[in-house]
């Protein structure tokens, strides 16, 4: 494995592991949080509707990256995220303010926003084509098993230490991840802007990314379709701990222990793909993983059960990690080298405005009309395995991904 791509490679998958473990850590203490502080499925609603808000400044992470250097971009997103995480311990202690929580929240998701093309783009360009689907297995499998542990430290933390406490070990997180991007010394990654970025960042712009996803129809799933799969991760996202903390009677630990489980099925089967046990396509790995998806949550929203409910997040945690790394490889693998920026930040900020369409309905549904987090589920399903059929018409079969013009660039 050490020879399918370079070594600095390593430095990118550690760092971003140490930063998922506190972002995911912080993320379910918060969550916690604002659900003892205020008893309302709507108030976690707007915390996942917070999260998703600034995808449309997201969009600019293309016209940031022609012009300044890369990694410099991303270790200034990764600094501002510290700080703001900070800065969260202020208004989470005695004088709770949930109007400063909400902006500084928003102020995090904003630098994520930027930070998450930005870095798939980058690593694009400083990983081989060969390796893309190796490095991708890999960096999911140690972010699904550092995410369970963020998820399961974080029921510990919150519970006995406090939400203040997380949010120093996010700061850390992030710091940790600065540093690791920073030492990347790969060949064609500069320092400094190249000449003509500007120039190329005013031709390379939004509108000719929404023309070329429009004009190929395997470009326009992995954008819009994928995007629009975020109604249903919204849902989920804020059902989920209504379902477990309130239908089914469990606690704020039952929920971190069963997001958990998912998130190490996720590692599991993506440390199989990093050592090659499975050999199938980015498109099976794209449509199974969805359609999987679909009825495990299904089935899940059927359980009265924390068991049942435990066995079927082994199955949607295998499902998750099957679409995960299938549409991240072949989006990187498509599509005019120049855009990959701006493909990534509108598959991102689609997936995040329909993540807050999801995330506000279902709660709003919740909270004014009773409806079940049971049904609501089911309904997340149904979007995850419409998502599933449009893959299976709009990918071609094997390898081959989708191009535009100008399919060879140097890393810049």
């Given amino acids: 494995m050490a020879a399918r791509f370079p ?16 972002d995911y850590a912080a993320r379910t203490a918060l969550v916690l949080f604002v659900l003892d502080r205020t008893g309302s499925a709507f108030g976690v609603g707007i915390m996942m509707m917070i999260n998703s808000l600034p995808a449309i400044i997201g969009l600019s992470a293309g016209y940031l990256t022609a012009r300044h250097p890369i990694k410099r971009l991303l270790v200034v997103y990764c600094s501002l995220s510290a700080f703001l995480s900070l800065a969260m311990i ?63 430290t974080a029921g510990y933390l919150y519970t006995f ?104 099925v996720s590692s599991l089967v993506g440390f199989g793909f990093v050592l090659s046990l499975f050999r199938i396509s980015e498109r099976t790995m794209i449509i199974s993983g969805y359609l999987a998806m679909g009825c495990s949550i299904a089935a899940m929203a059927l359980c009265r059960s924390l068991g049942l409910v435990f066995l079927w997040n082994v199955f949607i945690g295998a499902a998750n990690v099957l679409y995960y790394i299938g549409t991240r490889t072949l989006l990187q693998k498509s599509g005019d080298p120049e855009s990959r920026t701006n493909l990534f930040a509108l598959q991102a900020a689609v997936m995040r405005l329909c993540l807050v369409a999801g995330a506000g309905l279902s709660g709003l549904l919740a909270d004014v009309l009773g409806l079940r987090a049971s049904w609501e589920l089911m309904f997340a399903a149904a979007i995850f395995g419409v998502v599933g059929s449009w893959g299976a018409l709009a990918l071609p079969r094997g390898e081959t991904p989708a191009s535009g013009a100008g399919a060879t660039r140097t890393a810049a």
Avoid: C, W
Avoid at 120 to 140: C, G, H
Avoid at 195 to 222: D, I, S, W
């Fill in 161 to 264: 230490l406090g939400v203040e406490f997380v949010f120093v070990v996010n700061a850390v997180s992030f710091l940790a991840l600065a540093l690791a991007i920073g030492t990347v010394r790969a060949a064609g990654v500069q320092d400094v802007k190249g000449p003509g970025a500007a120039a190329r960042g005013r031709q390379e712009g939004l509108a000719r990314t929404f023309r070329l996803a429009l004009a190929n129809p395997q470009l326009l799933f992995l954008t819009l379709g994928v995007g629009a799969s975020g109604l249903a991760v919204g849902v989920v996202t804020t059902m989920f701990v209504i379902f477990v903390r309130k239908e089914l009677g469990g606690t704020n630990i039952d929920f971190s222990q069963v997001s958990s489980v998912r998130a190490l």
């Fill in 7 to 22: 070594a600095h490679g390593y430095n990118l998958v550690a760092g971003q592991a140490i930063s998922v473990f506190g």
């Fill in 90 to 152: 202020t208004f989470t202690g005695d004088l709770v303010s949930l109007p400063a929580i909400y902006l500084v929240y928003f102020m995090l998701a904003l630098m994520s926003s930027l930070f998450v093309p930005t870095r798939l783009a980058f690593v694009a360009e400083v990983i081989p084509k060969e390796a893309l689907k190796t490095f991708n297995s890999l960096d999911q499998t140690l972010e699904a098993v550092v995410m369970s542990l963020g998820i399961v």
